[in-house]
């Protein structure tokens, strides 16, 4: 089992940005988490972060035929982007959204995710945790 976990803007800055909200973990720890986590479960895994909205496009139009299942936080573009919504149709992969944060509990304009339609799963306020209970709905899908 091949998995690609893709983070969107500010992800990197973890650790640094609003605490409050997001927690004291770094970017450099959820990586190594993820990393160490997969290992365990002997699942492969890529992990990426970008701030461009066609950078995320890209990353998973590449998942095409190369692997099982995604694992997406597009953070902002969560709430404003149609064209990562048409890449995920467009790839056709279970795919599971993560925030970090509650989102549902934070400003109105947070309310609205456009990738959710293309997620098979969507996991909220769970810390950087949610990743892994993400990889664990996954493992248990394609390994049966
Ligand atoms: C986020 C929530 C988004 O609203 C925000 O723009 C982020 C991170 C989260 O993981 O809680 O950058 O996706």
């Not at 599971?96 to 934070?106: F, M, Q, W």
Request: hydrophobic share 35%; charged share 25%.
């Amino acid at each position: 089992m091949k998995i690609k976990v893709i983070n969107g803007p500010n992800i990197n800055m973890l650790g640094i940005r609003e605490p409050d909200i997001y927690g004291h973990t770094t970017y450099k720890d959820l990586v190594e988490t993820i990393q160490n986590y997969c290992k365990k479960s002997n699942i492969e895994v890529d992990i990426m972060q970008s701030n461009h909205e066609g950078d995320l496009v890209d990353m998973i139009q590449d998942c095409y035929n190369r692997y099982d299942a995604i694992i997406i936080n597009p953070a902002a573009y969560t709430h404003t982007s149609i064209a990562i919504l048409d890449a995920a149709k467009a790839v056709n992969l279970p795919m599971i959204e993560v925030h970090i944060s509650e989102v549902d509990k934070r400003e109105e304009f947070r309310q609205t995710s456009y990738i959710r339609q293309a997620c098979i799963k969507c996991i909220i306020g769970h810390g950087i945790n949610g990743y892994l209970e993400a990889i664990d709905t996954l493992k248990e899908l394609i390994e049966k």
